[in-house]
DNA sequence: CTCATCAAGTTGTATATACAGGCTAGTACA
DNA sequence: TGTACTAGCCTGTATATACAACTTGATGAG
């Protein structure tokens, strides 16, 4: 694309932009529309589009009379749903504790190197967890991360912060794969969930992209008598303006 | 809410009620910015907010020099993404076909009544049918449909057209809500997916709202073993400028 | 000290105006 | 006949201006 982007465009990309590098934080205040007419030349008119775009995006809150402000990634339903599992038990109001079964560094191969986009044998780092929710295993999670992405990987508690947490706080999610399936898992799986060898699993696998590669590859496994799915759909046109709040795919984290 | 609405979002509502009641079709030209200009008594910038945030919601499409024209169904992945099985497996260049097992009329009860918002008893429409691909069963589809939605649903060929195309024509979706589940099938849906005793399902339980109430009820058993959900998520500020072509949540059909 | 009021800054909306650029149909010209 | 061109309509963007409504903090009266 050779045309230059419309002013309100750049505009907007200044302000994304900030907000990737980390330097504008959740809650932050975000230059006013006239703070944008002086620092940026333009008019009020184009300010005011560029941050009401942000705003309809997602990316930031707007109050009348008070100002505009970086969304918080919670309620950014619009980029990947950012919901870890801890939260989401939490917000059920039980409580969430997880085990660290394994986190070291491995040569991925097969599946893994392939979704990953990384020739086989490349390092990177192996997680797997069990998550519970009031004692209950509700989750296991096998995570493949890309070792550029996240250096310090192997250093975490990944008992004190979800993956999930950790890689969001690391770099912005950009674009986000997944796959649900029903399958019968195989018996180590079984056991972590405490399940029976008549239930299945729902399982999801997942891709997520950062800078336009593939960092973080994981499959979330789920018994599927505990365990569900749920998505709620509202057009932007009608309940956007009804209600405000507009949920577009729960339960999709990275 | 009793505040008066901005202007802008009453043109907006004024060509929904027109697309939606069926007084616009798909392709059709809408008024452009200088017609409503003229018969809404506006300043153009007001209608060119109006028509561009339709478009960015995906109910219009817009050229310039050309005018502003009713988007097809098909494209609006803003709205629920209208995918029916049939046009999926023909996606994947693979031949549909199904079976009425079952089309009849019915008294709501239990789940069913609260799924739609009726008194228990109250009567709805009970569709029941398989779909095949390649001959071979890929999904159970089982619905509930609102009398008065679709008063003519008993004389429909659901061989012919999927109730999914039928009720899209009926009328546009507003709102959906999903819960995907992996369960084990009872005896019945087994034998009629073909599928043998130790064979999870991958359910999807689904309610579709028009008009602000519920219309539809559908719970869809898909084997385990030969279908998946897949989903695929890009972040409006980022490809939406890039390809221009967004994805929000693949196979969330009616 | 407390409460009311007010000023300043902010977003939200609406209008008038202007120019650039895409598309189409009809016209003029060869 | 056929081709080139242009007038007219369309969208897309940008600016200047105006007023309303909301929030906060300061100021002043009681």
Not at 114 to 142: M, W
Request: one cysteine or more.
């Amino acid at each position: 694309m050779i045309a230059v982007k419309p002013r309100y465009q750049q505009l907007k990309d200044l302000i994304i932009e900030r907000i990737s590098r980390g330097e504008l934080l959740p809650s932050d205040r975000v230059p006013s529309e006239n703070e944008l007419v002086e620092s940026e030349k333009v008019s009020r008119m184009t300010a005011n589009r560029a941050l009401r775009e942000l705003n309809n995006e997602g990316y930031v809150e707007r109050v009348a009379g008070r100002g505009t402000f970086v969304a918080d990634y919670r309620s950014r339903s619009h980029l990947v749903e950012v919901h870890n599992i801890a939260d989401e038990i939490e917000r059920r109001g039980h409580t969430h504790s997880s085990q660290v079964v394994r986190q070291s560094r491995q040569r991925a191969r097969g599946e893994v190197a392939k979704a990953l986009h990384v020739e086989q044998g490349t390092e990177v780092f192996h997680l797997l967890l069990v998550h519970y929710e009031n004692g209950t295993p509700i989750q296991i999670e096998d995570r493949h991360v890309l070792t550029s992405f996240a250096p310090d990987c192997l250093a975490q508690d990944f008992e004190a912060v979800t993956p999930s947490a950790y890689l969001t706080g690391v770099a912005p999610l950009q674009e986000a794969e997944q796959v649900v399936r029903a399958s019968m898992p195989i018996a180590a799986v079984r056991q972590r969930l405490q399940i029976d060898a008549s239930e299945p699993c729902l399982v999801i696998i997942r891709r997520t992209w950062s800078g336009g590669r593939p960092v973080t590859f994981a499959r979330l496994h789920h018994p599927g008598s505990r365990y569900e799915l749920t998505g709620h759909y509202t057009p932007p046109g009608t309940s956007r303006a009804a209600s405000g709040d507009v949920v577009r795919l729960e339960k999709l984290s990275q």
